[in-house]
T-cell receptor
């Protein structure tokens, strides 16, 4: 079945540093990848939609200069949290859509837990 | 009105019972419907997808779709404590490029 990996699974960083999170589709080509954020006991919040080879589409209220997304290949998208602050501490989850099938199923990665000190 | 609405719960059922989770959506041109399960501290995992009216069964899970009434439900038969999780309903509108998720229903199955 469709497998999506994320790396790292957990990261602790100091305030002001940048953190890069990788999302990979392991056994399919993902024409579209999505980045979500989830705070404890809250809903999934879509941050941006990323299409291979083009600029990401950000949801309202998400700062594109702070959350840099690159989708350079059909199997890899990266999210960079620039100048991270404690309020950016959250659970970041990517998902990927298999471009070879008509159904628009999203497969989620295991998530990355970010803690900014 | 939210685009995808779910009862937040918590929904509590005894072990062995049927758990019924409901989801309504507002956009009539929605075409694809999904149920995900999310355990505490983990990412969502796909349980079922359904695209046409009626029932779709997979093991202990049955998804039901009624496009005229704009609702989709998930039935879990013979509920087990391991089914305790938050269940997310997701709806796709054709060519929208993304899914719209409900806030989830928390299910607790008591031994």
């Amino acid at each position: 079945g469709a497998v999506v990996s994320q790396h790292p699974s957990r990261v602790i960083c100091k305030s002001g540093t940048s953190v890069k999170i990788e999302c990979r589709s392991l056994d399919f080509q993902a024409t579209t990848m999505f980045w979500y954020r989830q705070f404890p006991k809250q809903s999934l919040m879509l941050m941006a939609t990323s299409n291979e080879g083009s600029k990401a589409t950000y949801e309202q209220g998400v700062e594109k200069d702070k959350f840099l997304i690159n989708h350079a290949s059909l199997t890899l998208s990266t999210l960079t949290v620039t100048s991270a602050h404690p309020e950016d501490s959250s659970f970041y989850i990517c998902s990927a859509r298999d471009g070879s099938i008509a159904q628009e199923t999203q497969y989620f990665g295991p998530g990355t837990r970010l803690l900014v000190l | 009105q939210k685009e995808v609405e779910q009862n937040s719960g918590p929904l509590s059922v005894p072990e062995g019972a049927i758990a019924s989770l409901n989801c309504t959506y507002s956009d009539r041109v929605s075409q694809s419907f999904f149920w995900y399960r999310q355990y505490s501290g983990k990412s969502p995992e796909l349980i079922m997808s359904i695209y046409s009216n009626g029932d779709k069964e997979d093991g202990r899970f049955t998804a039901q779709l009624n496009k005229a009434s704009q609702y989709v439900s998930l039935l879990i038969r013979d509920s087990q404590p391991s089914d305790s999780a938050t269940y997310l309903c997701a709806v796709n509108v054709a060519n929208a490029g993304k899914s719209t998720f409900g806030d989830g229903t928390t299910l607790t199955v008591k031994p």
